[in-house]
């Protein structure tokens, strides 16, 4: 058996950490943090990472905490049109989203992984390596087999230079109001690409907690700062005016400190490997969110190094690792960088072409029936052929 050292108790560290250690590795968890924390408010898990969980036991789980999402719905704010609208189950065939808070996904993963047997080391931020001997706290750990960098998008670990996004957003989380707004799907508001608001439901942060909605907000990258030195009052009006649905969710967010800034790149390693290590997850790719794959790009990565190393030579996981998501990862991340433009930058021609091109051509075929296989990250074969398909419920559409 193998012995692995991994960066990071992200989602792509800790499901890491489970497979292998479900495999009967020995698996130790580099942390900053006294205690592993997540970072973040909302995200999707797609049916894609749904599979991976289920593989690995925790699909229940994550699923009793969880809201299910059946759909993805935007409109323009000053006509009304259609925007975006995308069904995940056209056929009826039992597909669905998993929309959860981002602490609830992280622990049901630091269960699975300490269950599985992973050992963590707490309070040791990562700082470099030596071969496959980690710095950590001024000191150098043991030799490892094999150290697997998933310590996210600030990884010391990292050569991945990305390029920074004009937009981000700010994220904030609140208890799900009465409103008339759906609870089984995403929800957005756009005015051009310079302005856009949406509502997330996540289902609850722990059993038994209140019903959850992530609300976001789009952000220049610099634009933070302004915002924060802005009245929640003006804030609220001009979102408000936007969307008027919404203000139940804005009326509850009391404080700028309710709400946390995320600034996005897009970039990937072209080897996302070397000798002695391999990157998974924000340390070997970036995009920005609007695919909703972020969380699922992370499980994958971490199935298909698990599935790697139980495939071949140790030396020779990471480049089988690749070869299985290379195309998968390329997929996306060239679709994540032509689709983000029309709905987060400063042009207006994007934005047009978007509301009256783009969005009728995608509510009639072949593109309806494409919009729902992207989302779902099941367009193409995610573990490509040579790992074979995730599970059961992986399929190709």
Do not use: C
Not at 38 to 64: E, F, I, K, T, Y
Not at 255 to 267: F, K, L
Not at 325 to 346: I, K, L
């Amino acid at each position: 058996m193998g012995r692995f050292a991994i960066a990071g108790a992200g989602i792509a560290g800790l499901a890491a950490a489970t497979g292998l250690a479900q495999a009967g590795h020995d698996v130790v968890v580099f942390d900053q943090w006294e205690a592993p924390r997540p970072v973040g408010s909302g995200l999707v898990v797609q049916p894609v990472g749904l599979s991976v969980l289920d593989v690995l036991g925790s699909g229940g789980a994550a699923r009793a905490l969880g809201q299910p999402i059946s759909r993805m719905y935007g409109t323009e704010a000053l006509g009304g049109r259609v925007i975006l609208d995308v069904t995940y189950d056209p056929a009826g065939r039992g597909r669905e989203g998993l929309a959860m808070h981002r602490a609830a996904l992280h622990g049901v993963l630091l269960d699975a992984a300490r269950g599985a047997g992973a050992r963590f080391d707490l309070g040791a931020p990562v700082t470099g390596r030596e071969g496959t001997r980690l710095r950590v706290n001024e000191r150098l750990t043991e030799a490892f087999d094999l150290v697997i960098d998933a310590a996210g998008a600030a990884s010391p670990l990292s050569p991945l230079a990305a390029r920074p996004l004009p937009y981000g957003a700010i994220w904030g989380v609140v208890e799900w109001p009465a409103t008339d707004l759906p609870s089984d799907r995403l929800s957005q508001r756009y005015r051009r690409a310079d302005r856009m608001i949406g509502v997330l439901p996540i289902g609850r942060a722990e059993t038994g907690g209140p019903a959850l909605a992530a609300v976001f907000w789009s952000l220049p990258r610099d634009g933070h700062a302004g915002w924060l030195a802005r009245p929640l009052d003006d804030w609220r009006a001009e979102a408000s005016m936007l969307w008027p649905e919404a203000r139940p969710f804005l009326d509850l967010i009391t404080d700028h400190d309710q709400m946390v800034m995320a600034r996005y790149g897009h970039g990937q390693l072209r080897r996302p490997f070397a000798d002695g290590i391999v990157h998974l997850g924000d340390a070997a790719h970036r995009a920005s969110p609007q695919l909703g794959q972020g969380a699922n790009m992370a499980l994958l990565d971490a199935l298909a190094l698990v599935r790697a190393v139980e495939a071949g030579p140790l030396g020779e996981a990471g480049h089988r690792m690749w070869n299985a998501r290379r195309a998968h990862v390329r997929a996306y991340q060239t679709m994540s960088a032509a689709f983000t433009p029309q709905y987060q930058s400063d042009s207006r021609a994007l934005p047009w072409l978007r509301d009256r091109v783009l969005a009728p051509v995608s509510q009639a075929q072949p593109a309806k029936a494409i919009l729902p296989a992207l989302v779902r990250g099941t367009m193409m074969p995610p573990l490509g052929a040579g790992l074979g398909p995730i599970g059961a419920a992986s399929f190709v559409d």
